[in-house]
């Protein structure tokens, strides 16, 4: 039994070992982050959302892409509760700043860099992500190699920004350096029986890859300036995934 | 600080500048000439004419009678006010205050100058140096006056440089002519017998004024220093500026950087002792062929922090072309705000507020890729959605309104709303599906209409009435409806997406 105990232990002492070598500082009580996420959180590794991390974001329409804004904003609504101001970095802007506001967030302390070249945003994104007085950068850019991803983690692990890339339309779903990554879908919105109108925005989160996480799939909705879990039902992974991604 | 100046003689203006420009002239007797009172008046004669016994005001007919050989080119009128006013822009590297002193000389006011050429005497003979290499025949000097530099350049036998209080002895052996009198004046002093200087100036002022009127007194206490003189600089001097002269032609990068550093150094250490910062900085390069460099940077807040204006400028140095050597480096700051003592408490004066590094990050975007790149909103007071909100002009700007949030909007808004096609089952109802992009959406949801007016102060058009939309697969869409059904066939339009 002592044996069991104590081999728990070792691999518990590795396990942390090895987020550290990976340039994944466990946040401090202090530090920690109410993202309002709920039962999501558990699939990251300490049971907490992963701030100070670079986190991609896949999207394939317009409409997914309307809401991964919705989803990002609705994290970065409790980012920007502790401090600053962040920095959206992309090349074609559709974010309607008003509408920012029912996330929770001052659109106001939002700053747009709109840049035409893709070489220009990838080289704002990471000079962003160096700068520790912002609270999160978010970089629209669809196609993002694997150097150019470690980068960016790499600026991350000094300045402890948390940066969101928001893949719209990417090429190829290729391997990056960023430790987790999304895919949101909108769902159709539920009204109480027999009453009109359209209700408040729900989405489909797929969390395709989290390193030392496990990966998984929730039904969220934003309501009351915050998320709600509507069922939440876990995929199956199979095994070997999950080994790959721990 | 005692004023200097020195006066620049250019004796064969325009004729230098002719065999300048056709060296085959060099050894030809020639003059510029000019039409006057229907015959061809003299204006200019080169030194190889002059040693032929042609000299100004003469007319052209005459000359040919005493040398036939004679070349006669046009004087255009105004071309001594165009080139003495490039002369006086290339001699900006020597001090920032240059005027022209019509019709064939410059004057400069030094004060202050002379000490980076390693005294008066060098820094004289630096800039005959140059002004001779490009082949004009010039005489300079430097005195505490105007009107004794003037002088002294023109009709000075002993040295070119009068020491600081010393302008009367210098003086005294000249002739009238020095004191820039009027040519009737001078003739009547000559009609008297005061071929000197000395000779007048202790006569009762009283008897000078009647005699000859305010001007003669007038121009001898300007260049004795009993009277003011102002010159009309060409640049207005900028007050924040800082200039390196370098022993040795720059040409390389490193160079230029070492410079540059050097400059912002002196510089910010002069802003941080008067409380202020720079919001623009440009930084002249003066090549030895005569060129001028030049790079500009912005801040979006005022800095004067050297290392993050070092940064801004790195990114614009392999812009500048040393070609054969930068001579001079010129630092000005033309717009300069305060950064008030209590800003300094409050936030850290070596830049490390989480605003000053923001601001800081920024004017790197904005030096590499430009200004025009960096947004942010504040609200406006107005229903209509593209204008429901404003850009900010600074980064302090505070929201004066709040942020309207009684209405749906969509988070993505399309920059132009795009025309779709709709089957509606009755008037002001909303679609049942809709087209948009080759496919087909079937509305499961609807909410509206939220009707928006035009402002009519503002534009003419016709009113929108919105309507948020749910399809099957649960995207949402914002629509609108262009005018009413009575008025015709009104158009329906996709203006956004909700998250």
Redesign the interface.
């Known amino acids: 039994m002592t044996l069991l105990t104590k081999k728990t232990d070792v691999i518990q002492q590795l396990q942390k070992e090895v987020l550290s070598l990976q340039g994944y500082k466990r946040t401090s009580g202090s530090e920690r982050l109410n993202t309002g996420l709920g039962p999501l959180e558990m699939s990251f590794p300490g049971k907490v959302f992963p701030v100070g991390a670079v986190h991609e974001l896949i999207s394939a329409t317009?409409?997914d892409?309307?809401?991964t804004?919705?989803?990002i904003?609705g994290i970065l609504g409790s980012l920007m509760r502790q401090?600053?101001?962040c920095l959206w970095i992309g090349s074609k802007r559709?974010?309607?700043?008003?509408?920012?506001?029912?996330?929770g967030i001052?659109?106001?302390r939002?700053?747009?860099?709109?840049?035409y070249r893709q070489k220009?945003v990838l080289?704002?994104i990471e000079?962003?992500l160096k700068?520790?007085?912002?609270s999160a950068v978010i970089g629209e850019l669809s196609e993002l190699t694997f150097t150019e991803s470690r980068r960016l983690q790499l600026a991350v692990e000094q300045s402890r920004v948390t940066g969101f890339i928001h893949r719209y339309n990417p090429r190829n779903k290729n391997t990056v350096a960023c430790i987790t990554r999304w895919e949101i879908?909108?769902?159709?919105?539920i009204?109480e029986e027999g009453m009109?109108?359209?209700?408040f925005?729900?989405?489909h989160v797929q969390l395709l890859k989290v390193r030392n996480g496990k990966p998984g799939s929730w039904q969220l909705e934003?309501s009351a300036g915050g998320f709600r879990h509507i069922t939440r039902t876990i995929i199956s992974i199979p095994e070997i995934e999950t080994r790959k991604a721990g | 600080m005692p004023k200097r100046f020195v006066a620049i003689w250019f004796r064969h203006l325009t004729t230098d500048w002719m065999i300048r420009r056709r060296p085959e002239l060099q050894d030809v007797p020639f003059v510029m000439a000019a039409p006057e009172r229907g015959r061809m008046m003299v204006k200019a004669v080169s030194i190889a004419a002059q040693a032929k016994g042609i000299y100004r005001g003469m007319v052209v007919a005459d000359c040919r009678a005493i040398f036939p050989g004679l070349q006669v080119f046009d004087d255009k009128p105004g071309s001594a006010e165009k080139l003495l006013n490039a002369l006086a822009e290339w001699c900006l590297r020597y001090t920032p205050v240059v005027a022209v002193d019509l019709p064939d000389g410059l004057i400069l006011d030094v004060s202050g100058c002379a000490h980076l050429w390693g005294g008066e005497r060098p820094y004289l003979k630096d800039i005959l140096a140059k002004i001779r290499g490009y082949g004009y025949d010039v005489r300079a000097a430097i005195a505490d006056t105007i009107g004794a530099a003037w002088a002294n350049a023109r009709f000075g036998q002993v040295t070119p440089v009068i020491e600081s209080g010393r302008q009367a002895d210098a003086l005294l052996s000249l002739p009238p002519a020095a004191l820039r009198l009027e040519p009737g004046m001078l003739e009547r002093l000559d009609k008297l017998g005061l071929h000197q200087v000395s000779s007048f100036t202790n006569m009762p002022r009283k008897a000078l004024r009647r005699r000859f009127g305010q001007g003669l007194l007038t121009r001898l206490d300007q260049a004795l220093g009993q009277e003011a003189e102002v010159i009309k600089p060409i640049r207005p001097a900028t007050p924040y500026q800082e200039r390196l002269p370098s022993l040795e032609p720059i040409r390389t990068a490193t160079g230029i950087e070492i410079a540059l550093r050097q400059l912002l150094e002196t510089l910010c250490k002069r802003l941080a002792k008067e409380e202020k910062g720079l919001r623009t900085c440009v930084f002249k390069c003066f090549r030895v062929d005569g060129n001028i460099q030049q790079v500009e940077i912005g801040t979006s807040k005022a800095s004067r922090n050297v290392a993050h204006l070092f940064k801004l400028f790195d990114i614009k140095i392999p812009t500048i072309m040393p070609a054969l050597g930068i001579e001079l480096f010129l630092l000005e700051a033309p717009i300069v705000e305060d950064i008030s003592p209590t800003q300094d408490a409050l936030w850290d004066t070596t830049g490390c507020s989480?605003?000053t590094?923001?601001a800081e990050?920024?004017d790197?975007?904005a030096g590499?890729?430009g200004l025009h790149?960096?947004?942010?909103?504040?609200?406006d007071e107005h229903y209509w959605?593209e204008r429901?909100?404003k850009a900010?002009t600074s980064l302090e700007e505070?929201?004066a309104t709040k942020?309207?949030?009684d209405f749906?909007?969509?988070?993505?808004?399309?920059?132009k709303p795009e025309a779709i096609e709709v089957t509606v089952p009755i008037p002001d109802y909303p679609p049942m599906l809709f087209h948009y992009k080759g496919k087909l959406h079937n509305v499961?949801?609807?909410?509206g209409p939220e009707r928006i007016e035009q402002e009519w102060w503002l534009q003419k058009g016709l009113q929108r009435d919105y309507y948020?939309?749910?399809d099957?697969?649960?995207?949402?869409y914002w629509l609108f409806r262009e005018g009413h059904y009575a008025s015709g066939d009104p158009k329906w339009f996709i203006h956004?997406?909700?998250?």
């Open positions: 317009v409409e892409a309307a809401a804004n919705g989803f904003a401090k600053g101001a559709t974010i309607f700043p008003p509408a920012l506001k029912i996330f001052d659109p106001e939002i700053i747009f860099v709109d840049l220009d080289w704002a000079e962003a700068c520790a007085s912002l879908k909108p769902l159709a919105s009204m009109p109108g359209v209700g925005p729900r989405w934003w | 989480s605003d590094v923001i990050l920024l790197r975007f590499k890729i790149t960096i947004h942010r909103y504040l609200p959605p429901s909100y900010a505070k929201a942020w309207q949030t749906p909007r969509p988070l993505h808004l399309l920059p499961k949801k609807a909410d948020s939309v749910e099957e697969s649960g995207s949402r956004g997406f909700f998250a």
